[in-house]
């Protein structure tokens, strides 16, 4: 399972090669933001080692419209958030955006022309949607990736990710929640730090 979480959150926002004309706004949305991942990521005058700090720069602003890292993190902390100082909330959501994108920028960078595909789109009148993709691998292996969504002012922005039916901000509250439950905000914190 650790495997095919690796495989599907290395692809973190590599939705899909194409898009079904029957998408929504927030399928459309998450379209234009793999167009332009995948246009940095072909881009010649981008690609090598030497290349690796400026293509990560455009990366992570094109990652940053699409998703919210601030409602993944208070997500995944869950109710400890709220006891959580200003300040704290605000440091806590720079090591968590910092380990997502240590973790899986690299991941997102080996993009080898594997296969997205638009499966469905839903939206509910709350403001909610869910883009449900797959990704089909060289070896022809499936894997559900699913991109749970909210709507800001006509800004549709991902706040979860669900592959093969694990949610990454579940699976990052429930890390959470051990350490929380043995120890303290602090080492918590401490931990964070130490994976960076």
């Not at 990652?63 to 959580?84: C, H, I, N, V």
């Not at 914190?189 to 130490?194: A, I, S, T």
Request: net charge neutral; proline share 2%; no cysteine.
């Amino acid at each position: 399972m650790k495997a095919l979480l690796t495989v599907g959150l290395g692809m973190l926002l590599l939705f899909m090669e194409s898009v079904s004309a029957a998408a929504g706004v927030p399928g459309d949305q998450v379209r234009q933001t793999t167009d332009k991942l995948l246009a940095i990521l072909e881009d010649p005058q981008l690609k090598g080692e030497s290349k690796k700090s400026e293509r990560r720069h455009k990366l992570k602003e094109v990652l940053y419209q699409r998703f919210d890292f601030t409602e993944m993190a208070k997500r995944s902390l869950g109710s400890e958030w709220r006891r959580r100082s200003p300040e704290e909330q605000k440091e806590f959501v720079k090591l968590f955006t910092d380990l997502l994108e240590r973790a899986y920028l690299d991941k997102i960078e080996s993009y080898n022309g594997e296969n997205f595909q638009y499966l469905k789109e839903r939206e509910d009148d709350n403001n909610y949607a869910q883009v449900d993709t797959k990704l089909v691998d060289k070896q022809g292996q499936e894997f559900a990736i699913n991109y749970r969504l909210y709507n800001t002012k006509g800004d549709w922005k991902v706040y979860d990710v669900v592959i093969e039916n694990v949610s990454v901000v579940n699976n990052y509250r429930a890390q959470f929640t051990r350490v929380l439950a043995s120890s303290s905000y602090e080492e918590l914190v401490n931990r964070l730090k130490g994976k960076l």
